[in-house]
């Protein structure tokens, strides 16, 4: 499994059979003082949907629980609970996910703030016990005006992916150096150049390298 794969695994698990089933999703709710509730419905390539966005602020964080229904009664959840320990820099994010089958998958999330960036392990399990892992690296130097991110993961098939990227401030935007190892070996590297004319307001991105 690649690293692009297992990221929107380990973020939609439970949830992607939904996205394709109901066609979308409507944005998300963000936390604010008290509680908030925000509705939604949709048209897809499927049918009608519905969603149901309910966000409560609690003294170290916040939940949230989404529910998604389409035309034909079908019902998928989410439920978050995000919990913030700002002495010692971590955050704690559980969801599960609950699909229109019935099959749920937990995603457990460790933010670890450290001196010169973070830290984030994420597992997400499924109801057989198996499970994926991401654990990722960044470490950012704003004088120098770099940042490093360093992550491995492995997939629900047991297969491991490691990815690195290192990023350079320049005087007109930014280089990218990012070099992916694929579990039969492959590497695959690709270098991104970006140069900004404020006067213009325009971007130039040149990216070279293939399939990285």
């Not at 109901?22 to 939604?40: D, Q």
């Not at 960036?117 to 704003?142: L, P």
């Amino acid at each position: 499994m690649s690293y692009v794969n297992f990221t929107r695994t380990a973020r939609v698990i439970g949830i992607a059979a939904t996205l394709l089933l109901f066609g979308a999703v409507g944005s998300a709710a963000n936390a604010g003082s008290g509680g908030k509730h925000k509705a939604g419905a949709g048209q897809g390539a499927s049918g009608s949907w519905s969603r149901s966005t309910q966000v409560q602020r609690t003294p170290n964080g916040h939940t949230r629980q989404d529910q998604w229904q389409n035309q034909s009664g079908q019902s998928a959840s989410r439920n978050v609970v995000v919990a913030n320990d700002q002495a010692s820099g971590t955050r704690n994010r559980n969801a599960v996910r609950t699909g229109p089958e019935g099959r749920s998958t937990t995603v457990d999330t460790v933010t670890q703030r450290t001196e010169s960036g973070y830290t984030r392990d994420t597992t997400a399990t499924r109801e057989d016990g198996t499970s994926a892992t991401r654990n990722t690296t960044v470490v950012s130097d704003r004088a120098a005006g770099t940042r490093s991110v360093d992550s491995t993961a492995t997939g629900f098939n047991g297969h491991t992916t490691t990815y690195s990227s290192d990023t350079q401030r320049t005087d007109d935007g930014y280089t990218r150096d990012v070099t992916r190892t694929l579990p039969d070996g492959q590497i695959k590297e690709r270098g991104v150049d970006v140069s900004c004319d404020k006067a213009a307001q325009s971007c130039i991105k040149t990216v070279t390298g293939g399939g990285g």
